[in-house]
Protein backbone atom coordinates (compact mmCIF):
# COMPACT_ATOMS: atom_id res chain seq x y z
CA UNK A 1 0.00 0.00 0.00
CA UNK A 2 1.27 3.30 -1.00
CA UNK A 3 2.73 5.38 2.12
CA UNK A 4 0.69 8.65 2.96
CA UNK A 5 1.78 11.43 5.63
CA UNK A 6 0.03 14.15 6.97
CA UNK A 7 0.57 17.76 5.01
CA UNK A 8 1.96 19.75 8.52
CA UNK A 9 -0.32 22.76 8.19
CA UNK A 10 -3.71 20.86 6.72
CA UNK A 11 -3.35 17.43 8.00
CA UNK A 12 -4.21 16.13 4.94
CA UNK A 13 -2.78 12.89 3.67
CA UNK A 14 -0.50 12.65 0.49
CA UNK A 15 1.97 10.26 -1.23
CA UNK A 16 5.62 11.65 -1.69
CA UNK A 17 6.42 12.43 -4.51
CA UNK A 18 2.90 14.45 -4.26
CA UNK A 19 0.70 14.14 -7.47
CA UNK A 20 -0.41 17.03 -9.19
CA UNK A 21 -3.78 17.72 -8.48
CA UNK A 22 -3.93 16.32 -5.59
CA UNK A 23 -5.00 19.17 -3.40
CA UNK A 24 -2.02 20.72 -2.09
CA UNK A 25 -1.86 23.74 -1.46
CA UNK A 26 -0.40 26.11 -4.39
CA UNK A 27 -0.35 23.36 -5.94
CA UNK A 28 -0.48 25.22 -9.88
CA UNK A 29 -1.02 21.52 -11.76
CA UNK A 30 -4.05 19.58 -12.41
CA UNK A 31 -3.95 16.08 -14.09
CA UNK A 32 -4.18 17.21 -17.26
CA UNK A 33 -0.99 19.48 -17.24
CA UNK A 34 1.30 18.56 -19.83
CA UNK A 35 4.53 17.19 -18.62
CA UNK A 36 7.85 17.45 -20.39
CA UNK A 37 9.90 14.63 -20.90
CA UNK A 38 12.61 16.20 -23.05
CA UNK A 39 14.50 19.70 -23.68
CA UNK A 40 12.95 20.12 -26.48
CA UNK A 41 9.06 19.42 -24.77
CA UNK A 42 10.42 22.22 -22.30
CA UNK A 43 11.29 24.50 -24.90
CA UNK A 44 7.39 23.90 -26.85
CA UNK A 45 5.88 23.78 -23.16
CA UNK A 46 7.42 27.24 -21.92
CA UNK A 47 7.61 28.98 -25.07
CA UNK A 48 3.32 28.17 -25.30
CA UNK A 49 2.66 29.28 -21.86
CA UNK A 50 0.22 32.04 -22.13
CA UNK A 51 0.76 33.20 -18.64
CA UNK A 52 2.65 32.69 -15.43
CA UNK A 53 -0.28 30.16 -13.93
CA UNK A 54 0.07 28.02 -16.99
CA UNK A 55 4.13 28.46 -16.82
CA UNK A 56 4.20 27.51 -13.65
CA UNK A 57 1.66 24.52 -13.61
CA UNK A 58 4.27 23.02 -16.59
CA UNK A 59 7.42 23.76 -14.64
CA UNK A 60 5.84 21.81 -11.45
CA UNK A 61 5.60 18.76 -13.44
CA UNK A 62 8.37 18.64 -15.69
CA UNK A 63 10.54 15.08 -15.74
CA UNK A 64 12.69 16.88 -18.99
CA UNK A 65 15.94 16.18 -16.82
CA UNK A 66 16.34 11.92 -15.34
CA UNK A 67 18.99 12.57 -13.17
CA UNK A 68 17.30 15.22 -11.17
CA UNK A 69 13.46 13.27 -11.39
CA UNK A 70 15.69 10.26 -9.85
CA UNK A 71 17.10 12.40 -7.40
CA UNK A 72 14.24 14.30 -6.22
CA UNK A 73 12.12 11.35 -5.84
CA UNK A 74 14.39 8.93 -4.17
CA UNK A 75 14.79 12.25 -1.31
CA UNK A 76 10.81 12.25 -1.45
CA UNK A 77 10.75 8.61 -0.54
CA UNK A 78 13.50 7.61 0.93
CA UNK A 79 15.51 10.56 1.68
CA UNK A 80 14.12 12.57 4.19
CA UNK A 81 15.89 14.86 7.01
CA UNK A 82 14.95 13.14 10.13
CA UNK A 83 13.50 16.17 11.56
CA UNK A 84 10.92 15.42 8.20
CA UNK A 85 10.81 11.64 7.95
CA UNK A 86 7.05 11.85 8.79
CA UNK A 87 5.98 14.38 6.41
CA UNK A 88 4.98 14.24 3.04
CA UNK A 89 7.59 15.70 0.33
CA UNK A 90 6.83 17.36 -2.91
CA UNK A 91 9.40 15.64 -4.52
CA UNK A 92 8.62 17.79 -7.77
CA UNK A 93 10.36 20.77 -9.80
CA UNK A 94 9.69 24.23 -7.63
CA UNK A 95 7.01 26.20 -9.02
CA UNK A 96 7.91 30.11 -9.04
CA UNK A 97 6.44 31.86 -5.94
CA UNK A 98 5.23 35.59 -5.65
CA UNK A 99 3.38 38.14 -7.47
CA UNK A 100 2.35 37.41 -10.91
CA UNK A 101 2.85 40.99 -12.39
CA UNK A 102 5.74 42.01 -9.98
CA UNK A 103 7.91 44.55 -10.89
CA UNK A 104 11.25 42.42 -9.54
CA UNK A 105 12.05 38.99 -10.17
CA UNK A 106 14.28 37.15 -7.78
CA UNK A 107 16.44 34.38 -9.27
CA UNK A 108 17.86 31.80 -7.06
CA UNK A 109 20.08 28.60 -7.78
CA UNK A 110 18.04 25.54 -7.61
CA UNK A 111 15.70 24.25 -4.31
CA UNK A 112 16.55 22.42 -1.57
CA UNK A 113 16.34 18.74 -1.30
CA UNK A 114 14.48 19.51 1.97
CA UNK A 115 13.58 22.43 1.66
CA UNK A 116 11.50 23.29 -1.97
CA UNK A 117 11.80 19.84 -2.45
CA UNK A 118 9.54 19.22 1.02
CA UNK A 119 7.30 21.66 0.99
CA UNK A 120 6.94 22.76 -2.88
CA UNK A 121 7.40 26.65 -2.16
CA UNK A 122 10.59 28.48 -3.35
CA UNK A 123 12.81 28.78 -0.85
CA UNK A 124 10.67 27.22 2.30
CA UNK A 125 11.71 25.50 5.10
CA UNK A 126 15.32 25.76 5.67
CA UNK A 127 17.35 27.93 6.91
CA UNK A 128 18.34 29.47 3.94
CA UNK A 129 14.63 30.62 3.34
CA UNK A 130 14.47 32.14 7.01
CA UNK A 131 16.99 34.53 6.08
CA UNK A 132 15.59 35.38 2.67
CA UNK A 133 11.71 35.53 4.19
CA UNK A 134 13.02 37.57 7.14
CA UNK A 135 14.47 40.32 4.93
CA UNK A 136 11.72 40.03 2.29
CA UNK A 137 9.10 40.89 5.37
CA UNK A 138 11.60 43.72 6.58
CA UNK A 139 11.76 45.50 2.90
CA UNK A 140 8.09 45.43 2.70
CA UNK A 141 7.67 42.66 0.09
CA UNK A 142 6.65 39.19 2.45
CA UNK A 143 3.23 38.90 4.28
CA UNK A 144 5.38 37.45 6.87
CA UNK A 145 8.24 37.03 8.03
CA UNK A 146 8.42 33.22 7.54
CA UNK A 147 7.93 30.58 5.58
CA UNK A 148 7.52 27.28 6.80
CA UNK A 149 4.95 25.39 4.45
CA UNK A 150 2.71 25.88 1.59
CA UNK A 151 -0.88 27.31 2.88
CA UNK A 152 0.77 29.20 5.50
CA UNK A 153 -0.13 32.23 4.58
CA UNK A 154 2.87 33.73 3.02
CA UNK A 155 2.43 36.03 0.44
CA UNK A 156 4.26 38.58 -1.82
CA UNK A 157 3.95 41.64 -3.56
CA UNK A 158 5.88 43.44 -6.34
CA UNK A 159 8.75 40.39 -6.60
CA UNK A 160 8.45 36.89 -7.78
CA UNK A 161 10.80 34.17 -6.82
CA UNK A 162 12.36 31.96 -9.36
CA UNK A 163 15.36 29.37 -10.03
CA UNK A 164 18.03 28.90 -12.58
CA UNK A 165 16.82 24.97 -12.12
CA UNK A 166 14.08 23.84 -10.96
CA UNK A 167 14.41 20.77 -9.27
CA UNK A 168 16.51 19.59 -6.04
CA UNK A 169 20.38 18.44 -7.46
CA UNK A 170 22.16 16.08 -5.88
CA UNK A 171 24.61 17.78 -4.08
CA UNK A 172 23.41 21.58 -4.91
CA UNK A 173 25.32 20.87 -8.29
CA UNK A 174 23.10 20.84 -11.95
CA UNK A 175 25.40 19.81 -14.51
CA UNK A 176 25.94 22.28 -17.61
CA UNK A 177 23.11 20.24 -19.50
CA UNK A 178 20.44 20.36 -16.91
CA UNK A 179 20.84 24.02 -16.52
CA UNK A 180 20.43 24.35 -19.97
CA UNK A 181 17.28 22.40 -20.17
CA UNK A 182 15.88 24.18 -17.70
CA UNK A 183 16.97 27.53 -19.22
CA UNK A 184 13.96 28.02 -21.35
CA UNK A 185 11.10 27.62 -18.01
CA UNK A 186 13.38 30.73 -17.24
CA UNK A 187 13.85 32.51 -20.21
CA UNK A 188 9.89 32.67 -20.75
CA UNK A 189 9.85 33.93 -17.04
CA UNK A 190 11.38 36.91 -17.75
CA UNK A 191 10.07 37.68 -21.07
CA UNK A 192 6.23 36.92 -19.59
CA UNK A 193 7.23 39.42 -16.71
CA UNK A 194 9.20 42.16 -19.22
CA UNK A 195 6.32 44.72 -19.72
CA UNK A 196 6.09 45.62 -16.28
CA UNK A 197 9.99 44.16 -15.05
CA UNK A 198 11.80 47.05 -13.40
CA UNK A 199 14.98 44.42 -12.31
CA UNK A 200 15.97 41.00 -11.79
CA UNK A 201 17.71 40.36 -8.71
CA UNK A 202 20.51 37.65 -8.52
CA UNK A 203 21.67 35.59 -5.38
CA UNK A 204 24.75 33.88 -6.84
CA UNK A 205 26.85 33.44 -9.46
CA UNK A 206 24.44 30.91 -11.39
CA UNK A 207 21.54 32.70 -10.82
CA UNK A 208 23.38 35.75 -12.55
CA UNK A 209 24.65 33.65 -15.20
CA UNK A 210 21.26 32.30 -15.95
CA UNK A 211 19.70 35.59 -16.06
CA UNK A 212 22.27 37.00 -18.60
CA UNK A 213 21.93 33.78 -20.65
CA UNK A 214 18.00 33.85 -20.83
CA UNK A 215 18.40 37.71 -21.28
CA UNK A 216 20.46 36.97 -24.39
CA UNK A 217 18.51 34.19 -25.50
CA UNK A 218 15.22 36.90 -25.46
CA UNK A 219 17.08 39.21 -27.50
CA UNK A 220 17.87 41.50 -24.71
CA UNK A 221 21.06 44.21 -25.04
CA UNK A 222 23.54 42.64 -22.38
CA UNK A 223 26.91 44.50 -22.16
CA UNK A 224 29.57 42.87 -23.13
CA UNK A 225 32.16 41.25 -22.25
CA UNK A 226 29.64 39.83 -19.93
CA UNK A 227 28.89 41.20 -17.14
CA UNK A 228 30.59 39.66 -13.87
CA UNK A 229 28.69 38.77 -10.55
CA UNK A 230 29.60 40.68 -7.54
CA UNK A 231 27.61 42.11 -4.47
CA UNK A 232 25.28 44.67 -5.37
CA UNK A 233 26.72 44.82 -9.03
CA UNK A 234 24.38 46.41 -11.35
CA UNK A 235 24.44 46.05 -15.08
CA UNK A 236 21.81 47.69 -17.43
CA UNK A 237 19.63 45.99 -19.81
CA UNK A 238 17.38 46.48 -22.81
CA UNK A 239 14.43 44.85 -23.87
CA UNK A 240 14.22 45.29 -28.40
CA UNK A 241 10.99 47.34 -27.05
CA UNK A 242 13.30 49.90 -25.59
CA UNK A 243 12.51 49.11 -21.94
CA UNK A 244 15.53 49.56 -19.47
CA UNK A 245 15.70 46.66 -16.84
CA UNK A 246 18.46 46.50 -14.13
CA UNK A 247 20.11 43.11 -13.38
CA UNK A 248 21.37 43.68 -9.86
CA UNK A 249 23.53 40.87 -8.03
CA UNK A 250 23.44 39.66 -4.26
CA UNK A 251 25.98 37.15 -2.90
CA UNK A 252 23.56 33.99 -2.22
CA UNK A 253 21.15 33.41 1.20
CA UNK A 254 23.58 29.96 2.02
CA UNK A 255 24.13 28.96 5.35
CA UNK A 256 27.94 29.31 4.51
CA UNK A 257 27.50 33.14 3.35
CA UNK A 258 25.06 34.28 6.06
CA UNK A 259 26.91 31.76 8.78
CA UNK A 260 30.05 33.47 8.23
CA UNK A 261 28.80 37.07 7.78
CA UNK A 262 29.69 36.87 4.21
CA UNK A 263 25.78 38.27 3.43
CA UNK A 264 24.91 40.34 6.61
CA UNK A 265 20.55 40.94 7.13
CA UNK A 266 21.46 44.54 6.42
CA UNK A 267 23.20 43.75 3.09
CA UNK A 268 20.48 42.02 1.95
CA UNK A 269 17.89 44.72 3.09
CA UNK A 270 19.90 47.20 0.95
CA UNK A 271 19.81 45.45 -2.08
CA UNK A 272 16.39 44.46 -1.94
CA UNK A 273 15.15 47.99 -1.02
CA UNK A 274 17.40 49.31 -4.07
CA UNK A 275 15.32 47.53 -6.40
CA UNK A 276 12.35 48.30 -4.39
CA UNK A 277 13.19 52.01 -4.81
CA UNK A 278 15.18 52.13 -8.27
CA UNK A 279 18.73 53.69 -6.89
CA UNK A 280 21.80 51.89 -6.27
CA UNK A 281 23.51 50.19 -3.65
CA UNK A 282 26.67 50.89 -2.15
CA UNK A 283 29.08 48.23 -2.88
Request: with cysteine.
Given at each position: ????????????????????????????????????????????????????????????????????????????R???????A?????????????D????????G???A??????????????????????????T???????????????A?????I????????????????????????????L???????????????????????????????????????G?????????????????????????????????????????????????????
Amino acid sequence: MERLDPHPLTGDLFPSPVPPGGGWPGDPATTATPVAGTAAAVRRLAAGSTGVPELQARVSVCRACPRLVRWREEVARSGRRASFAHQPYWGRPGPSFGDPGAEVLLVGLAPAANGTNRTGRMFTGDSSGDFLYAALHRTGYAALPTSVASGDGQALAGIRIVAAVRCAPPNNAPTPAEKETCSAWLQRDLELAAPRLRAILCLGAIGWGAAVAAARGLGWTVPSPRPRFGHAAEVPLQTPEGRGIRLVGCYHVSPHNTFTGRLTPGMLDDVLRSVRGGGGVAP
